[in-house]
């Protein structure tokens, strides 16, 4: 009897509903409706139907049996479910992590996030997963925690978890957890990884301690990973203090391999409103150009011309006509760069037509050329 029943149900079913049916079956109460969406191929009629059926109070029999599409988990549909508050109802979406064999768990997880009813098969995840992507994915869970022994837990993992993965995510849970600055200032100078130090950094910029300039100077002038560095000016961003400022300001008269970090130590400098960033920028024009603009002029991310003018464009005449005057030591290419935007700023300087190898010759000119 009760099978002649579900299979009834079913078959009560719409072959077909659009998105316009659903709403008029949440208007008149019509599950088997609402239940059907979730079966149409559409992906935006999955997830108008999950979405319906959470307004509507998550029949969790058809809402569990089609958590599934073609194989995997069903995006459209836990999209939906976004915003969810019923555990009960809920529970067999957590239980899709339970599924080691299930594809994109680490996506699924993101998914998940969005369920706050869910929170605790997060957590789990977070705890114990055996899979590392998993917990990492996970972690974003104990981020604005008020809860002692959670941060305690994500602080455990920062300082000894053996997979760096873990690890970082865990610095980024800290994010804005006061508790959690001794294990992130700890991470940041003697982790083995570099994301993790990276993250730690961030993190640690977030709750600022007394002694933040002091560590993220550190980081910047000597942690040997070029990632470590762009993370310590990405915490500077807009900096006006004067510690901070001199720090950079030093990094920018050392030579820098790594292309990411010259682009991020000219973003820092051009986003702070400081006089000193600006003096900065203008000043290491010269020993910029013959450092790194060999046989090419430098990429829009390391262009130190653009960068100054960007900041402080009252000042790109007189910043550029210094660095001609202080020429010497230049490519031939270093030569075109600085001359070709003295030019555009309205100044005349011969530009030298550059060959293989950075040799050149002035290019004709009866302009005057530093």
């Known amino acids: 009897m009760l099978l002649a029943f579900l299979f009834a149900c079913v078959e009560s079913e719409p072959n077909y509903v659009s998105k316009a049916d659903l709403d008029r079956a949440m208007a008149g109460g019509d599950t088997p409706a609402l239940c ?15 979405d319906k059926l959470e307004t509507y109070g998550l029949p ?3 809402l ?8 995997r988990w069903d995006a459209p ?13 809920l529970a067999c979406v957590g239980a899709l992590l339970d599924d080691a064999a299930q594809p994109e768990r680490t996506a699924l997880v993101g998914a998940i996030q969005k369920i706050p009813a869910l929170r605790p098969r997060l957590v789990q995840a977070a705890s114990s997963d055996a899979d590392a ?8 869970v104990f981020r604005n925690s008020k809860d002692p022994a959670e941060i305690a837990l994500v602080t455990g993992w920062l300082a000894s978890d053996p997979s760096p993965v873990v690890r970082a995510a865990a610095a980024g849970a800290l994010f804005s957890q006061a508790p959690g600055t001794d294990a992130l200032r700890m991470a940041v100078g003697t982790d083995a990884d570099p994301a993790v130090r990276a993250a730690a950094l961030a993190s640690l910029q977030s709750v600022k301690p007394d002694d933040f300039d002091t560590t993220v100077c550190s980081a910047l002038i000597n942690d040997a990973a070029p990632e470590v560095r762009v993370a310590a000016l ?14 950079i300001t030093e990094r ?11 682009a991020a130590l000219l973003k820092t400098l051009t986003s702070s409103a400081d006089p000193i960033a600006a003096k900065a920028l ?8 013959k450092l790194y603009v060999k046989d090419t002029a430098p990429s829009e991310g390391e262009d130190i011309l653009k960068a100054q003018n960007n900041r402080d464009f009252e000042k790109s005449y007189d910043c550029v006509q210094s660095a001609l005057k202080q020429g010497g030591g230049y490519t031939c290419q270093g030569r075109a760069y600085v001359a070709s935007y003295f030019r555009e700023l309205g100044g005349k300087a011969a530009v030298p037509t550059c060959g293989a190898g950075g040799g050149g010759r002035a290019a004709p000119s009866n302009e005057i050329t530093f």
């Not at 935006?44 to 999950?50: F, Q, V, Y």
């Not at 990405?234 to 720090?247: G, H, I, K, N, V």
């Not at 203008?282 to 150009?289: F, R, S, Y």
């Open 64 to 71: 569990c049996e089609r958590l599934q599409y073609e194989g």
């Open 252 to 262: 920018l008269g050392k030579e820098e391999a790594a292309p990411e970090v010259r």
């Open 77 to 89: 549909i836990l999209s939906g479910l976004a915003g969810g508050k019923d555990a009960e109802k």
């Open 234 to 247: 990405e915490s500077m961003r807009a900096t006006r203090d004067p510690e901070q400022l001199a720090c």
């Open 60 to 62: 969790a029999d058809c």
């Open 133 to 140: 992507a998993v917990r990492a994915a996970a972690m974003p």
């Open 36 to 50: 059907a969406g979730l079966r149409m191929k559409e992906p935006e009629t999955r997830e108008h139907a999950a």
């Open 282 to 289: 203008c000043d290491a024009i010269p020993a910029w150009v």
